[in-house]
C-alpha cells in the first residue's frame, strides 16, 4: 500500500491511498467516523479536479486532534475488527 499526503494541516488531512477500492475505503472510513475527535471522513476516487479516475483520496476533519493520530487509531480499529471477526469465523468453522 502506498500513501502520499496531498494536503496537511492542524485540523485536516487528505491522503492518497494507493491500491485500495470501495471495500477497504469504507471500513476505514467508519473506523474514522467512530473517532470522537473526526469531525468528518470522507474519501474521493474520482475528484473532479483530476479528470478521470484516481487512485482513492481520503479526507480527515478533526476536532483539537492531530488527524494523522486520528487515522492512525483508526488503522488499529480495523485491524483489531478483522482479527477478531477471522477469529470467529475460524471458531464457526
Sequence with gaps: MELRVTESSEDELAIEIAG???TFMNVLKGA???H???AAATYDVNPEQSGGQTEPILTIKTE???PLECLEEAA???REKSASFR???EAAA
Design 20 to 22: 485500495e477500492d470501495h
Design 32 to 34: 474514522l467516523l467512530e
Design 36 to 38: 470522537d475527535d473526526v
Design 64 to 66: 483539537g486532534a492531530d
Design 76 to 78: 488499529v480499529t480495523v
Design 87 to 89: 477469529d470467529a469465523f
